[in-house]
């Protein structure tokens, strides 16, 4: 009996204790915003459980064209750190923002990031005139610093939570580099002549600066939004005389021209490319490290048979 009663007893104030322990870590908990999936990933791998995330554009929508609802300034006007890339890749948040108001710390992951200008439009619904090219992600290095920037940007608008987003953000860097050094294996399995692809739109830049690879896109061609029927077929002949078979469609654009290409070509389109979102959980690049491991052996793949 008395053994009985001392167990029950030691049962009520452990599950006491993880209660309280439980409603702490639930009130400790910071708000914060990211606006786009993929910068929602990498905010997680830093914030854990200490964070409660919300994301304003969600897998295979493209921020670039993101309309706020009413609901994301209400979201907004509660968190204490705001996560933004940066660059103009969200038009819309500056007024989103003041709208809100946001008065927490704002976080622009791309800080620091040596940039690549782009010198015309980015084909899907908006132009960068002479501006930097937002898309930053796409070189693993570029996705290293934003994680450091966002640790420190974590710690400052929560300074009881610095070391434990030090410590995950550094763990999370070691994978990093450790998939940067996979992506320049696999795409050193690829004859140097033969790194070329065709893609729908021109977000891959900073992937081919960092890692070797020609990309060439319909929309790249001038400062309209839709190419000139000249232009597709200046493609399409380059295509054709290059032998190019790497051709991809990304999850957030239409793929109808594309598709006029690989038809008008003879090439066949590949699997989908996660370029400015991630994909739902269930699908093929639900994580930046999955997206990245899912594009380059897509692209590598599509390029041997060039
Ligand atoms: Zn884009």
Same mark, same amino acid.
């Given at each position: *009996? ?15 204790? &993880?209660?309280? !322990? ?8 910071? /708000? ?9 990933? @990498?905010?997680?791998?830093?914030? +854990? ?24 300034? $209400? ?5 204490? !750190?705001?996560?933004?890339?940066? &660059? ?30 782009? +010198? ?10 002479? +501006? ?8 693993? !290095? ?21 070391? &434990?987003?030090?410590?995950?953000? !550094?763990?999370?860097?070691?994978? @990093?580099?450790?998939?940067d050094g996979w992506v320049r294996s696999e795409i050193g399995k690829v004859p140097a002549s033969q790194r070329k692809a065709i893609t729908g739109h021109d977000s891959f830049r900073y992937f ?11 929309? +790249? ?13 200046? &493609? ?8 190019? /078979? ?5 999850? *957030? ?18 699997? $989908? ?17 999955? *997206?990245?491991?899912?594009n380059v052996t897509a692209l590598v793949q599509g390029m041997l048979k060039n």
């Amino acid at each position: *009996m008395l053994y009985y009663n001392d167990m029950n007893r030691r049962f009520l104030l452990s599950s006491a204790l &993880l209660f309280a !322990a439980g409603s702490a870590a639930a009130q400790a908990k910071t /708000k914060v915003v990211a606006t786009f999936s993929i910068l929602a990933d @990498l905010v997680e791998q830093v914030g +854990g459980e200490r964070i409660e995330l919300a994301t304003l554009v969600g897998a295979d929508t493209d921020a670039h064209a993101y309309q706020p609802k009413p609901a994301d300034a $209400r979201t907004v006007a509660d968190a204490q !750190a705001l996560v933004s890339n940066g &660059l103009g890749f969200e038009g819309w948040i500056d007024r989103l923002a003041k709208a809100a108001p946001f008065k927490g710390r704002a976080i622009v992951a791309s800080t620091g990031v040596p940039t690549i200008t782009a +010198g015309h439009s980015h084909g899907h619904g908006h132009s960068h005139g002479q +501006g930097p090219d937002p898309h930053c992600w796409q070189d693993v !290095a570029a996705a290293r610093r934003y994680v450091d920037t966002i640790a420190k940007g974590l710690a400052a608008a929560d300074p009881a939570g610095a070391a &434990l987003y030090r410590d995950r953000a !550094a763990a999370y860097d070691a994978r @990093l580099a450790e998939l940067d050094g996979w992506v320049r294996s696999e795409i050193g399995k690829v004859p140097a002549s033969q790194r070329k692809a065709i893609t729908g739109h021109d977000s891959f830049r900073y992937f081919s600066k960092a890692y070797g690879v020609q990309f060439q896109s319909p929309r +790249g061609y001038n400062t309209s939004t839709e190419p000139s029927a000249k232009d597709v077929a200046a &493609l399409i002949r380059q295509v054709r005389e290059q032998k190019i /078979k790497a051709l991809f469609v990304e999850n *957030m654009t239409n793929p109808g021209l594309v598709e006029q290409i690989a038809r008008e070509s003879g090439a066949v389109v590949g699997p $989908r490319l996660y370029s400015d979102a991630l994909s739902k959980p269930d699908g093929p690049a639900a994580t930046y490290e999955k *997206m990245m491991r899912h594009n380059v052996t897509a692209l590598v793949q599509g390029m041997l048979k060039n």
